[in-house]
């Protein structure tokens, strides 16, 4: 599903390089997970996929089901199938939760020469995946994310990603700021969502997401690139020794 | 500094006498006269305005001033629905400035009285009386406003409309544009008795200068409701005037929705006389280009327990300039006041400029008046977010754009109103970017 072989990034800004030759594959069905300590670039890495301005790629390729992803503009990356839950999800005053969701799923159906989803269609399966998550119809109503609690902010990237059926999920700490009850809801919500023709990259700094969301690999980042993959138990490891070990034997 | 100050009034005066020359005081009835003529006397003492007046530094007056008009083309609507098309409302229409029987409705309404300032001219005497060109000479102090008194004086047409009643149904005047070099002066009064309602609509470009006064008396416990949108035309020219008197009690309400033009200024005067009233006034403003629009409001608060709110937002770029005056003034004695005022840019490139003078002047000591302006570009965040969902960067611009003008819309009341000109302003962003 998604490929990624020798990736160099740099700010644009500075002559900073953050990722120095990372490679990675995530086939089709499975979850990966992607710990590291602060600083690896793991959210850079979830950046540069999903198409945000200013940083470079000074080397190496990422693909998408083999269609080079770098190439295309984040709304082309979307469409193509690449969602992107957001390690803060942003405010949007003024731009209706509903409004803004319904607006997506169309523009994206739209850029794959689909049909548009009606009003009430659109309406009826967005009650019932809300629901699902615990949101109420205020949440729809009000402005994007404004007003919403930390744990509401991360169920409605949840609620995104149930709409917009993405290919290839990537939730970039979405554990972060979330109580034990809240991170079950959201774990719940993403495993609903694991399916054969479905990949996930989950980053994380904490074990205890993936006791929720359990991997089928464990990749440890660290100063821009894959120190070490492994099954589940890597996580433990790391829970327990810390990074400093790891990296040391890597 | 005395000499400096006479011949700074002796070249308002000569612009006025160019002016002038090319105008005539209409004819009528006593009542009209009288208010025609003192217009005209307040005219010649203020002259017509000048770069260097006070209100006047950020907006350039030549083109209002001037004899004659610049010519503006007629903008091309294409197959559109007129703005507010599918109301139920009472059509009056004006075009070039000159009033249209065939396309205007009976000027019949219960509990509404509507005449035609060019036939209650004709007339001794009339009940706008009381109102025509005294609210205008109101709005005078402190701030004088040479183009309005031009406006009494010389206005030939207009709508004089009373209102006893609720009135069923909107009236909704509409200014049509055809010829490249008309200039249209006209003056319209609303006078709404104890406990009536109405809601006003106005909409396009009128001619290519546009010279308009609205003169509102509301009585105590009436509300007025007033929603306009103006004309699209590139390059025509208006300087509009609405001056407002509010009773106790009573509610004022306005919204303007303003795309393209190369010079709009748009004055506001409320002057809060009752108890307990309530006045708002809003205004969204998108411009690119050969744009300038100026919103300069006065709200004087000369009663207890007032609210006020100013709302004022702009989206500017490439080259668009956009202003906004706007003062809060609480008289002696208008306690426990509620004021607010803001005014904000959104500027879509570096072109852009955006001019601000908030102004509060207070005289009493138990009131809450604040006011906040602001500029900024959009935002970097917000347009990633919304592209990493797939919307495209043109469609998440616009949401962005209307998602900043939002609050503004906010302000008028009636939620068709509120939906049609939100999803006017997206079919014209969407038709901009072609």
Known sequence: MLKIENLHVKLEEEDKQILKGLSLEVPAGEVHAIMGPNG?????????LSGKDGYEVTDGTATLEGNDLLDLEAEERAAAGLFLAFQYPVEIPGVGNMTFLRTAVNAQRKARGEEEMSAAEFLKVIRAKAKDLKIDA????????????????????????AMLEPKMCILDETDSGLDVDAMKLVSDGVNALRDPNRAFLVITHYQRLLDHIVPDVVHIMAGGKIVKSGGPELALEVEKNGYADLMESA | MAVAKEKLLARKRDALAERLGALTLPEGGAWITEARKSALGRLEAMGL???????????????????????????DHGDEMPVFGEVDRIKIVFVDGVFDAAQSDDLTLAGVEIDRLAEAAKADIHWAKGVFGTVELASQTP??????????????DGVLIRVTGKAA?????????????????LHNVVKLEPGAELTLLENGPAAA??????????ADGARFHHIRAQGRDHERQAVTGMFVRQGAESLFKSFTLTANGRLTRNESFIEMKGANASAHIAGAALGHGDFHHDDTVFITHDAENCESRQVFKKVLQKGAVGAFQGKILVKRGAQKTDGYQKSQSLLLDDEAQFLAKPELEIYADDVACSHGSTSGAIDEDMLFYLRARGVDKGTAMDLLVIAF??????EIEDESFREEITERLESWLLRRRG
């Open chain 1, 138 to 161: 205020d949440m729809l109503k009000r402005p994007v994310n404004v007003g919403f609690s930390g744990g509401e902010k991360k169920r409605n990237e949840i609620l995104q990603m």
């Open chain 2, 169 to 185: 149904k909107p009236i909704s005047l509409i200014y049509k544009h055809e010829d490249d070099c008309s200039d249209a002066i």
């Open chain 2, 49 to 75: 305005p000048a770069p260097r007046d006070e209100y006047w530094r950020f907006t350039k007056p030549d083109l209002l001033n001037a004899p004659k008009p610049a010519p503006a083309a007629v903008f």
């Open chain 2, 405 to 410: 003008v939002a609050e503004a819309i906010e």
């Open chain 2, 143 to 156: 701030v004088e406003r040479p183009l309005a008194a031009l406006n009494t004086a010389f206005a030939t």
């Open chain 1, 40 to 48: 690896s670039g793991k959210s850079t890495l979830s950046y540069v």
């Open chain 2, 209 to 218: 200068r546009f010279n308009k006064c609205l003169e509102v008396d509301i």
